[in-house]
T-cell receptor
Framework: GESVGLHLPTLSVQEGDNSIINCAYS??????FIWYKQESGKGPQFIID?????DKRQGQRVTVLLNKTVKHLSLQIAATQPGDSAVYFC???????????????FGQGTILTVHP | DGGITQSPKYLFRKEGQNVTLSCEQN?????MYWYRQDPGQGLRLIYY???????QKGDIAEGYSVSREKKESFPLTVTSAQKNPTAFYLC??????????????????FGAGSRLTVL
């Protein structure tokens, strides 16, 4: 079936730098994308989401960019802090309603390490 | 505080035993989900339920069973038929498709997880 994947499994940055985590998806019918952060031994936490009718959405220190032409999604974290160190997952939902509503397909994850 | 509570946090099982993982939410969410996470991998959907007394198989349902008798509860049983049950299990919930016009209806709120180890 269709899947969501990540280009880079690990990313190391210095504190204060900006981080960019990338995600490729293959299902052109996907209409909703979401980023989660997972710290070691914990459940994923919602970061930001975006619908397919948008190209960009900003949150607090985070921005998600969606390029539907090349089926690419990215998460940008500004002024990265040590507390941002975690695994970041992108996920997609390919059906806006019906029995598959809320059924997310997750990518493999990227490990972000922030050095002080 | 509203949230999802999973228990136990750690569980050990002998081969051939069934075990049940608990998941309770007080968020008044209609939909609930069970995901499995293996080291270095993403989350894979086991079962999900969009309404009480109804549930559907996810991508890896074999060897698992669920029930949804109450809106707040969605327990997962890992049966002896599951050949490789050692994993981190995550329960999640969301507002259901009946409220799909509201933004954020696809956002899943996760519990802290239960780590199951087969001895």
């Amino acid at each position: 079936g269709e899947s969501v994947g990540l280009h880079l499994p690990t990313l190391s940055v210095q504190e204060g730098d900006n981080s960019i985590i990338n995600c490729a998806y293959s299902n052109s019918a996907s209409d909703y994308f979401i980023w989660y952060k997972q710290e070691s031994g914990k459940g994923p936490q919602f970061i930001i989401d975006i619908r397919s009718n948008m190209d960009k959405r900003q949150g607090q220190r985070v921005t998600v960019l969606l390029n539907k032409t090349v089926k690419h999604l990215s998460l940008q974290i500004a002024a990265t802090q040590p507390g941002d160190s975690a695994v970041y997952f992108c996920a997609e939902n390919a059906e806006a309603g019906g029995t598959s509503y809320g059924k997310l397909t997750f990518g493999q994850g990227t490990i972000l390490t922030v050095h002080p | 505080d509203g949230g999802i509570t999973q228990s136990p946090k750690y569980l050990f099982r002998k081969e051939g035993q069934n075990v049940t993982l608990s998941c309770e939410q007080n968020l008044n969410h209609d939909a609930m989900y069970w995901y499995r996470q293996d080291p270095g991998q993403g989350l894979r959907l086991i079962y999900y339920s969009q309404i009480v007394n109804d549930f559907q198989k996810g991508d890896i349902a074999e060897g698992y069973s669920v029930s949804r008798e109450k809106k707040e509860s969605f327990p997962l049983t890992v049966t002896s038929a599951q050949k490789n049950p050692t994993a981190f299990y995550l329960c999640a919930s969301s507002i259901g498709p009946g409220q799909s016009r509201l933004r954020g209806a696809n956002v899943l709120t996760f519990g802290a997880g239960s780590r199951l180890t087969v001895l």
